[in-house]
């Protein structure tokens, strides 16, 4: 049994229409969207491995995949929760309780920010 980063026929075929909506020589601007889909296909999550791929795909440098993957908040650079508990930290969201929110969330759940409930089910995040 294989453990390849491969997309599945149904997802290629999204990644291929991405790609066609760019003039010839500006395959990299599919790079976002291409992400996402490499993100819900393979776990939630973008390993190293599977930026590897989306780069060989588009014909690009891995790195200009991590730095891109690195840089937004939406991509998830390590295996998170089924569910994605994100609380925002700006001085708006402070102002109106966010913190009150995250400890709620890590008494409750018994977890701290950028962790895991053992059960897999829930990842707090605070961006």
């Known amino acids: 049994m294989s453990n390849e980063i491969k997309f599945n026929e149904e997802a290629l075929a999204t990644v291929n229409k ?6 010839k020589g500006k395959h990299k601007s599919a790079l976002l969207p291409i992400l996402h889909v490499a993100q819900a296909e393979f ?59 995250v400890k709620h969330i890590e008494k409750r759940l018994n977890i701290k920010e950028g962790e895991t409930t053992k059960d897999g089910m829930f990842t707090l995040l605070v961006p």
């Open 18 to 23: 991405i790609i066609a909506r760019y003039p």
């Open 43 to 101: 776990g939630g999550w973008l390993s190293p491995e599977t930026m590897d791929y989306v780069a060989s795909i588009l014909n690009i440098k891995p790195i200009e995949v991590y730095e891109v993957a690195s840089f937004y908040s939406m991509y998830n650079l390590k295996p998170v929760g089924k569910c994605l508990l994100e609380v925002c930290r700006t001085s708006s969201c402070w102002t109106r309780g966010a913190e009150d929110v």
